[in-house]
């Protein structure tokens, strides 16, 4: 029989920051998990600079959705899974609104690239449609995934 890891737990005595502090924490994540997105992006066209634009896109928003979702889980809503079967449920619920909130990025980003075909206007339209993505999976995120535990 396999042993089992028990789940990574919040601490419950950690002091929770005010709402100004979370806003700027949860900012400052956003910021963070953006970074990893366009610096993941970029590795992914010098690594393969044949590979289509789609490739370094989606290695991006992948690498943006692991550092997001750690984040956001012990640092802005202090979430302690009970089970495994609880904490693949919230992977799965933040996966989905990540995936519409994406939509939105990637309108934003090559819609950016489709009218002024540059790598500063991709960039661009990939950071507004990240802020606008940001914005929104935040109050999704609260009221469906991390429920109860946000202060």
């Known amino acids: 029989m396999i042993k089992s890891e028990p789940m990574i737990e919040a601490d419950p005595t950690m002091t929770r920051p005010g709402p100004v502090a979370l806003g700027l ?4 994540f956003a910021v963070l998990a953006t970074a990893a997105n366009l610096l993941a992006q970029e590795a992914t066209v010098r690594i393969a600079p044949w590979a289509p634009l789609l490739v370094s896109v989606v290695m991006g928003t992948g690498i943006g959705f692991v550092a997001k979702y750690g984040l956001d889980k012990y640092f802005v809503f202090f979430d302690a899974s009970a089970s ?12 989905l609104f990540s995936v519409v ?3 939105v990025f990637w309108v934003f980003e090559f819609g950016f690239f489709a009218l002024w075909g540059t790598s500063t206007a991709k960039y ?19 009221r469906f995934v991390f429920t109860g535990r946000a202060p």
Do not use: C, P, S
């Open 25 to 28: 924490r949860y900012v400052g």
């Open 84 to 95: 495994r079967r609880e904490e693949a449920r919230k992977i799965g619920l933040y996966g």
């Open 101 to 103: 909130t994406t939509l």
């Open 124 to 142: 661009t339209g990939a950071i507004l449609g990240l802020a606008v993505g940001y914005a929104v999976k935040y109050g999704l995120d609260r």
